[in-house]
């Protein structure tokens, strides 16, 4: 509303400032519009059943002939200001059409409260005390400068604004070798570098100096991994001015210099199952032997294929796990750590004994954030631990809050293509990820871990707003999965018909660990949003 005001003609009709220190609570329906605004402290507005923040440059227009009731919160000085006005079409009919562009409900819009806003209020606010009639013109006038400076000072809507916040970031993840300073991202968005802050951490639940800090910081800890450089050269490849400030930095946000870090990081590990690489990247280790694929978790492969001396075969089958331990046991080399799932017997457990310390994670019954601390505290990380699981936490939250207004309410059901034939399916993962961390509505009951034989005419039933599938790539599974895409009563299905039909990768789907869950989220973000950058 408030760029249409521009082609409108107003009539100034009142103000009224609100403070905490006289009355917390106002209360009145009004006849006319009003414009409300905190210009100090925070409280809450509340039109019928909906209530609404008050803070510094949030600014709400509320149509004529509702009940409003503002609220100043206690702790601090609070000052709020009602501008009341009207439009001078309102009562003529033939100009109706005009009038109908005004707000018909409470319309939210940001803007930067600069010195001039500030002193125009003020100036109305003192001028519409004054017994003298003529002030009545210079009130009108400085209410159309307000009308002006708003207008101008207006920042993006709120998704445009979170698509921009969003360039930023991306911005940082790209240049974080470069010196990039607050002002120059709040310029990207035409916005003051200390409501461009606030708007970071109000998004993201951390400032945009800690996750420059934190890109950086991780940055530095892959190539310290990777060795060979210098800590001289680490720091001009991750953004800082020299080898002395990085140290520094390192071991303030990290709790360790460098050099500790590298040191803890040179423990010989075995892993026996693949799903520990989605444990042990969070926490910056790359074991000395595990098993690997260039196909299989191809993921892994690309971050450690070269980086892995001894690869093992990836599988759970007793087979695969003996022949994996009998190689083990050929290299004959001892190792700081041992880590394997519950499936290892006690027989091939005291074969690995012989190795080193072995560890057995209770894999099937131990949630994944407590896999990760109880790896962590075995190799003393319990600090990069936390850290992870509070980005895990920042990204479900910010995930949330950009799929909150349109998908929480829609359903969504998994599909599992194999052989011939289809199953309804949750994982652990999908089952904690999806529906209990990131919110979202299954479109059935289920047990995780559990299997269920569907027909497209039972998919019909349901109905579901979106379907996601984990499609087998051996021959007559893609048969069937061909097939399906032929039938009428797929065809016919709201996902189909929405384009919300998606197949994954089994990689992260099917890893139940801490890395792949991250990805996960992050995923689920792409697939359901076209406006994403991360």
């Known amino acids: 509303m408030i760029g249409q005001m521009a082609q409108l003609l107003f009539q100034f009709l009142d103000i009224k400032v609100l403070t905490n220190l006289s009355k917390r609570t106002y209360q009145k329906r009004h006849d006319s519009y009003c414009l409300i605004f905190a210009a100090k402290g925070t409280g809450n507005l509340t039109i019928i059943d909906h209530t609404y923040k008050l803070q510094k440059e949030q600014i709400y227009i509320c149509p004529p002939q509702e009940s409003i009731t503002v609220k100043l919160d206690r702790e601090n000085t609070t000052t709020v200001y009602l501008i009341l006005f009207d439009s001078i079409y309102k009562h003529q009919v033939h100009l109706e059409q005009n009038h109908s562009i005004l707000a018909k409900r409470v319309e939210e819009i940001q803007v930067k409260l600069t010195e001039e806003i500030a002193n125009l209020t003020s100036s109305i606010y003192a001028l519409s005390k004054s017994p003298i009639p003529e002030n ?53 968005m035409h916005i003051s570098p200390k409501y461009y802050m606030e708007l970071f951490r109000k998004r993201y639940g951390i400032s945009a100096i800690q996750y420059l800090s934190e890109i950086r910081i991780e940055a530095s800890k892959n190539l310290l991994l990777s060795g060979g450089k210098t800590l001289k050269e680490i720091a001009k490849k991750t953004g800082y001015k020299d080898e002395f400030y990085f140290s520094r930095r390192f071991k303030e946000v990290i709790g360790i210099p460098p050099s500790l870090f590298m040191k803890r990081r040179m423990k010989k590990i075995a892993v026996l199952d693949s799903s520990f690489f989605g444990i042990l990247f969070p926490l910056h280790f790359i074991p000395s032997a595990a098993p690997i694929h260039p196909t299989w978790r191809f993921y892994y492969f690309k971050l450690f294929g070269d980086r892995v001396p001894v690869q093992l075969s990836i599988g759970r089958s007793p087979t695969i796990l ?213």
């Not at 207008?151 to 790209?174: C, G």
């Not at 059901?413 to 509505?441: A, P």
């Not at 995780?448 to 109905?463: C, F, G």
Request: charged share 25%.
């Open 322 to 534: 003996n022949d994996n331990i009998e190689l083990l046991l050929q290299q004959n080399t001892k190792y700081d750590l041992i880590l394997c799932l519950d499936n290892v017997n006690e027989k091939q457990l005291t074969k690995l004994k012989s190795l080193g310390h072995v560890h057995q994670l209770a894999w099937s019954k131990l949630p994944w954030r407590e896999q990760l601390l109880e790896v962590a505290k075995l190799l003393d990380a319990n600090v990069e631990a936390r850290r992870w699981l509070d980005e895990y936490e920042r990204t479900v939250q910010e995930v949330s809050t950009y799929l909150k207004n349109d998908k929480h309410k829609q359903t969504f059901l998994f599909l599992l293509i194999m052989g011939d034939d289809c199953y309804l399916y949750h994982d652990r993962s999908i089952n904690e990820v999806l529906f209990e961390d990131l919110k979202l509505t299954p479109a059935t009951a289920f047990m995780p871990d559990y299997k269920q034989s569907i027909t497209v005419e039972q998919l019909a039933e349901i109905n579901s707003d979106y379907i996601l599938t984990l499609v087998y790539e051996d021959e007559e599974t893609l048969q069937k999965w061909n097939a399906l895409q032929l039938d009428e009563t797929w065809l016919e299905l709201k996902s189909v018909r929405n384009e919300q039909v998606y197949t994954l990768n089994h990689f992260p789907w099917r890893d139940y660990a801490a890395l792949p869950h991250l990805l996960i989220v992050k995923e689920v973000l792409k697939l359901l949003t076209e406006d994403s950058t991360s």
């Open 136 to 188: 009545k013109l210079i009130i009108q006038a400085q209410f159309y400068m307000l009308i002006h400076a708003l207008i101008t000072t207006q920042v993006p809507a709120t998704r445009d604004q979170q698509k921009m916040l969003e360039k930023t970031k991306h911005y940082m993840q790209v240049h974080f070798r470069e010196q990039i300073q607050i002002k120059d991202l709040a310029k990207m």
